[in-house]
């Protein structure tokens, strides 16, 4: 049973480290600043609480920890990348060439 | 069995945390980097998590859970520095 838990946790913990490596590799891949916030804050946010899962099943007497650890992720990471968003298209960073539609330089209409 | 599967998902984050910091070095702009140093702070609370599985001591998470307020904070501080400098 314990040895079943342990493989639980374990795979929990490959699993996010596998989102962590997507995540990386969409900060290296992706072509602007908005789609690298998308890849970098969305993956890493479901890799590491995958991997507090993981850890949970490895270690169930720290539970009330990880369980922390991972409610304040999901409170900062959303609020962190909106902030990041919001500031790199206020200082007017440069859009992929390939960006088809921006609701907010719309809704703006030019009166900045 | 579970250590060999644990060893790969810390290889795993070990590559991840490469390709962020090439991002990080990279560039090209002030915003790729933030979002770069958050990447890195959050692929790091991962690497915390792995010293604490393999020192078996609780007392790790603790730092995971300063070092994740802290890395916010700092994200938050510089974004709107980007914004209006102050």
Redesign the interface.
Known sequence: MV?AL??I???L??G???F??L???G??RMPD?YN??QA??KA??L??LL??A??AF??P??IL??L??GV??LF??P???Q??A???H??D??KASTTALDHLEEDLGGKR | ???V??N???V??G??????L??FIKGP?P??R???F??LT??S??GI?FA??AE?R?IY??V??VY??LS?LG??VV??F??RGF
Do not use: C, P, Y
Not at chain 2, 15 to 20: M, P
């Open positions: 040895a342990d493989i946790g374990a795979l913990l490959l996010g480290t596998s962590l490596l995540g990386g590799l900060l290296v600043a690298r916030i970098g804050t890493t946010t890799g590491t991997s507090l993981g850890v490895l270690h007497d720290w920890k990880l922390l650890i304040f992720l900062t990471n609020l962190s990348s902030v990041l919001r500031a790199a206020r200082t960073v440069q | 069995m579970a250590e599967i644990i790969l998902a810390a795993l984050a590559i991840a945390f490469l390709l962020v090439w991002r702009g915003v790729d933030i979002i770069a958050d990447g959050i692929v609370i991962t998590l604490a599985l078996g609780g998470l603790d995971a859970l994740a307020l916010f994200v938050i974004a709107r980007l914004e």
